[in-house]
């Protein structure tokens, strides 16, 4: 068991190393080559580590363009909802207009990107 905890260790630290290397704009090429001469790594497995340090950013931007949306969906269904009532009110209607479909919408929205920064 304890050789399972220092294995992840010590990818979260090449997984942090790689993530370092790509702020300081290095190409992959550079980070390959770094990995192969500091650690020890092997060409494909560098680059399947920059890989990974690459969706994880992008999952991170989903996640958050996701919610952003998902909560515009649901704030907008939820606003006409509410103006369609008061404008059927103050014509003595009892039609107005249920966006339910909207709000449903930017629900399923937010939980797909919850969903995704779960990955």
């Known amino acids: 068991m304890q050789s399972d905890d220092q294995t992840s260790r010590q ?3 090449l ?4 993530k370092r290397l790509l702020a300081q704009n290095q190409t992959d090429e550079m ?9 020890g790594i092997e060409a ?17 931007k989903s996640f958050r363009n ?28 009892l039609f107005f207009y249920v966006t339910w479909g909207i709000i449903a919408f930017g629900i ?3 939980a797909r990107g919850f969903i995704i920064y779960k990955k």
């Not at 494909?44 to 991170?60: C, E, G, Q, T, W």
């Open 11 to 13: 990818i979260e630290l």
């Open 15 to 18: 997984h942090l190393k790689v």
């Open 31 to 39: 980070i390959i080559e770094e990995l192969k001469k500091m650690d």
């Open 44 to 60: 494909h497995y560098a680059l399947l580590l920059i890989d990974n340090v690459n969706n994880d950013k992008s999952d991170k």
């Open 66 to 93: 996701s919610v952003i949306m998902g909560l515009f969906y649901i704030v907008s269904g939820l606003l006409i909802n509410l103006f369609s009532y008061k404008i059927a009110l103050s014509r003595y209607s």
């Open 108 to 110: 399923v929205t937010v």
